[in-house]
Each structure stands twice: as structure tokens, then as C-alpha cells.
């Protein structure tokens, strides 16, 4: 598979993520660079379910 391809499965995978899921990977992460990178992807999931609730106009 090339890069690109892995970078697009990772990303529709991380779309899959829940805040519980990546509440648990960052506790367990092994570093704490990979703690930051989780918590990165948690807030952009974050970010995306804020901005389909504005979307839904129920906020």
C-alpha cells in the first residue's frame, strides 16, 4: 500500500474514533509525543462533531 493510501485508511479510521477511544489511547500512549498526537486527533474529532451540531442548528 503506498503512503498515501495508508495516510487516507488512517484518516477514515481516526473519523471512527469516539472521545472514550481516544481518552484511552492517550493514557495508555508509550511517549509523550504520542500522547500529544492523540490528543491532536481527539480535538479535530472534536472540532468536526461541534461543527455538524452548529450545522444542525442545535447550538
Known amino acids: 500500500m503506498s503512503d498515501v493510501n495508508a ?3 488512517l484518516y477514515n ?8 477511544d481516544t481518552m484511552e489511547l492517550a493514557l495508555n500512549a508509550e ?4 500522547q500529544r498526537f492523540i490528543e491532536m486527533i481527539s480535538d479535530y474529532i472534536l472540532q468536526l462533531k461541534q461543527k ?3 450545522a444542525q442548528g442545535k447550538f
Do not use: H, N, P, S
Open 7 to 9: 495516510i487516507k485508511e
Open 13 to 20: 479510521k481516526c473519523k471512527e474514533l469516539d472521545a472514550e
Open 52 to 54: 455538524e451540531v452548529v
Open 31 to 34: 511517549t509523550e509525543e504520542e
